[in-house]
């Protein structure tokens, strides 16, 4: 059917994500977007993007940020745990959210250590704001041609390769 864009879902493995998008993508037409849904690790965005998929949507963010795993350019953190306790850097260094230019780690840490709802608030919309400054990024270096090596300094810093 000549749909306006093409969503695909589903369970996917990491092992596996990459043989299903090849195969979807030989039948669906070149000209129309697709909507990769349950997408929500920076990894995970890089690999779609590589296979042709334009958009994503995933509660993960959100998940991890009300358990208090956060985002950082180093990887995950888990804010509850003891050694952000006295941390009085932002969430993640040189980040631009209202999370990180307002409340330190130390911080954060006490509002989940305390059961205080603010806590993963500030993780969620901290988790939302670094992937789509990640797609920012992504979508920018599509543009001027350097996706693979933008792709590899951030999973290298991330600590994927």
Request: aromatic letters at 10%.
């Amino acid at each position: 059917m000549d749909f306006d864009g093409y969503g695909i879902g589903g369970s996917f493995s990491k092992d596996d994500i990459l043989g299903i998008l090849d195969g979807v993508n030989r039948v669906l037409p070149a000209n129309k977007p697709r909507h990769l849904l349950g997408i929500g690790e920076p990894e995970d965005i890089f690999i779609g993007v590589a296979a042709g998929v334009d958009t994503f949507d995933c509660v993960l963010p959100t998940r991890n940020g009300r358990t208090g795993g956060i985002y950082t350019k180093r990887g995950k953190i888990q804010i509850p745990n003891a050694e952000y306790r006295e941390d009085w850097g932002p969430l993640d260094e040189g980040c631009g959210c209202p999370t990180c230019q307002n409340y330190t780690r130390a911080y954060v840490h006490h509002l989940f250590r305390t059961g205080e709802m603010l806590g993963p608030m500030l993780a969620s919309a901290h988790n939302v704001y670094f992937l789509t400054h990640l797609v920012e990024n992504i979508r920018a270096s599509i543009l001027d041609g350097t996706f693979e090596n933008y792709r590899e300094e951030f999973m290298s810093a991330y600590g994927k390769k």
